[in-house]
């Protein structure tokens, strides 16, 4: 199997760097090393470190914007609950892998002005925000309710927001208060992600 493209390789590399060493302790040097190469060829496809950082994170969420993507796909199948139930989750397991290096990203004033200034782009050029995802989920849940299948009016960007924040919330809450994460009392231990966000989904879609 062909070895895979330079800037794809480094990409690999710096995030392997950022999930193990957090963004500040990941340097070109210690990228380079990982990807197997000279630390002067990162310079040949990333103007800085800055962008391969933001570059790097828009690689980490190629998967969950698929995942938000295909749910145009679903309009009309499964149930409205389902969808957003599968969704919920995997939005779960995407905010627990990048946790670590968004939370860099925000606080770091350069990186962070990077990232708002569009320097984080699709493959297809479009500049990559997290609205993005809110836009996608906001336009199946719209879709749903021309159908019929969301009785309920609602300013659809919010309920979209909401959802992807509650999914946020409990990585959140499972990263600093582990085994507590929402298990309230007499609970057995912490509430399973595929619990959380069925609960999610239910409260969102109560009538």
């Not at 021309?146 to 924040?165: F, Q, S, Y």
Request: aromatic content about 4%; hydrophobic content about 40%.
């Amino acid at each position: 199997m062909p070895a895979p493209p330079m800037r794809e390789r480094i990409i690999d590399a710096a995030l392997r760097s950022m999930r193990e060493r957090g963004v500040r302790a990941t340097t070109t040097k210690t990228i380079a090393r990982l990807a197997g190469i000279s630390e002067g060829s990162i310079y040949n496809h990333f103007a800085g470190r800055s962008e391969l950082v933001v570059s790097a994170l828009a690689a980490a969420t190629e998967e969950i914007r698929g995942h938000a993507a295909r749910l145009g796909t679903l309009v009309g199948e499964n149930t409205v609950a389902e969808n957003l139930e599968d969704l919920c989750a995997a939005v779960i397991e995407f905010f627990r892998d990048v946790a670590p290096i968004a939370g860099s990203i925000m606080g770091d004033p350069e990186l962070r002005d990077w990232a708002k200034d569009g320097g984080v782009r699709e493959p297809s050029g479009r500049s990559l925000t997290p609205l993005t995802g809110v836009v996608e989920l906001a336009s199946y849940l719209e879709r749903e309710h021309a159908l019929g299948r969301l009785p309920r009016e609602h300013p659809w960007p919010v309920l979209a927001a909401t959802l992807i924040g509650a999914c946020q919330q409990y990585v959140y809450l499972d990263l600093l208060a582990p085994g507590e994460v929402l298990g309230g009392s007499g609970s057995e231990g912490p509430l399973p992600p595929e619990d959380y966000a069925r609960a999610v989904v239910r409260i969102l879609l109560a009538p």
